[in-house]
């Protein structure tokens, strides 16, 4: 009985029916000929397709899922929506209209995606899956949602900064300002070539007028038209859409081998070597692609200005991404009390 049950369910898997659950963005239904499937529920759908855009603009799981929360939008079966939860319809290959058995995708599903491919391996790149880091004695573990990131990277330049010197990232963090014979001292975000990253403490800054500074030119910038004109060229489109080819194939690679192992044609340790292969070359693909500023027609450069105040972290850290590649902080002048822009160099994209 097992093994019927198992076969009617690769079987059903193989045809593109859509399993029992149901996913958020979709109802069960029937097509023209009576055949089970999956239709778009517009409401929700309408929900995903806006998260996704603003997941790829940078804002953070927990402000999406609190917007929708906040347009009384709950999830499949009537729950509140969670960061985990916005995450999961936002990955699931079950909106870009794949079918999944056994977690791998075996094909296109009969239903229609409410995101596009391209769309879909972009919200994947940026959240699916655990990365890896590598510590100093050269051994790497996953970083899963489970490790608290803290309270790094308040600062729209951390991990944009680098010493002018060593050449190291340089880090936000918090540096005690002595306040003369009248008042006390008082603590103010810096920006610092830490040891803990690599530096030697050969650079700093106090952070939030150096990020003004970087802010204003940026904007200065975009009222040329010259500028305005060298990005708006899209550099990366050939290099993202062959990237989003590569990802869809490795998920057609994985069924093959799913189903070359279940046949006997690959043993155990095989299987395994060829599924690690996969994996090393889908986390490079993704970081990659995460890497590459979202099309320029991503930014509303009028509407930008305006925001710029109210935007959250996450947002400018993205809007700073898109036009920026780095930022170079150049030693101090000796005895000069202010921020020096002159030590900010910009490298634009």
Same mark, same amino acid.
Do not use: M
């Given at each position: 009985m097992k093994a019927r049950v198992n076969d009617r369910l690769a079987d059903n898997a193989a045809r593109g029916l859509p399993p +029992? *659950?149901? $996913? !958020? +963005?979709?109802?069960h239904g029937v097509t023209a000929d009576g055949v089970r499937t999956y239709v778009i529920v517009p409401e929700q759908a309408d929900a995903i397709r806006w998260a996704a855009d603003r997941v790829l603009a940078?804002? *953070?799981?927990? *402000?999406?899922?609190?917007? %929708?929360?906040?347009? +009384?939008?709950?999830?499949?079966?009537?729950g509140d929506l969670t960061a985990s939860s916005v995450r999961g319809m936002l990955t699931s290959p079950t909106v870009a209209g794949k079918r999944v058995h056994r977690g791998q995708v075996t094909g296109d599903g009969n239903w229609p995606p409410i995101l596009g491919e391209a769309t879909w391996q972009a919200c994947r790149a940026r959240l699916g899956g655990p990365r890896r880091?590598? =510590?100093?004695? @050269?051994?790497?573990y996953p970083v899963t949602p489970a490790h608290n990131p803290g309270t790094g990277r308040r600062y729209a330049l951390t991990g944009l900064a680098y010493c002018g010197v060593c050449g190291a990232v340089m880090t936000g963090s918090v540096k005690q300002i002595r #306040? @003369?014979?009248?008042? @006390?001292?008082?603590?103010?975000p810096y920006l610092l070539c830490h040891p803990s990253k690599g530096g030697r403490a050969c650079t700093g800054i106090m952070l939030e $007028?150096?990020?003004?500074?970087?802010?204003?030119?940026? !904007?200065?910038? %975009?009222?040329? /038209?010259? !500028?305005?004109?060298?990005?708006?060229?899209?550099t990366h489109a050939t290099r993202r859409e062959e990237i989003t080819t590569s990802l869809s194939a490795i998920d057609g690679q994985r069924a093959d081998l799913a189903r070359m192992w279940a046949a006997g044609d690959l043993t155990a340790a095989e299987w395994q070597?060829? =599924?690690? #292969? %996969?994996?090393?070359?889908?986390?490079?693909?993704?970081?990659?692609?995460?890497?590459?500023? $979202? $099309? /320029?027609?991503r930014a509303d450069i009028a509407g930008a200005r305006a925001a710029w105040p109210l935007m959250t972290l996450g947002e400018r850290r993205e809007f700073l991404r898109l036009f920026i590649s780095r930022v170079v902080i150049l030693p101090a002048t000796p005895g000069l009390q202010r921020v020096d822009p002159a030590r900010v160099e910009i490298t634009w994209r």
């Open positions: +029992g *659950s149901r $996913p !958020f +963005g979709y109802a940078g804002w *953070s799981l927990a *402000s999406v899922a609190a917007a %929708l929360a906040g347009r +009384g939008i709950k999830g499949a079966h009537g880091v590598t =510590r100093a004695d @050269g051994k790497d #306040g @003369g014979a009248r008042r @006390g001292g008082r603590d103010v $007028p150096a990020e003004q500074h970087v802010a204003d030119t940026l !904007f200065a910038e %975009l009222d040329k /038209p010259a !500028f305005l004109d060298a990005i708006a060229e899209d070597a060829a =599924r690690t #292969g %996969l994996d090393t070359r889908e986390r490079g693909l993704r970081a990659e692609l995460d890497a590459k500023a $979202p $099309p /320029p027609a």
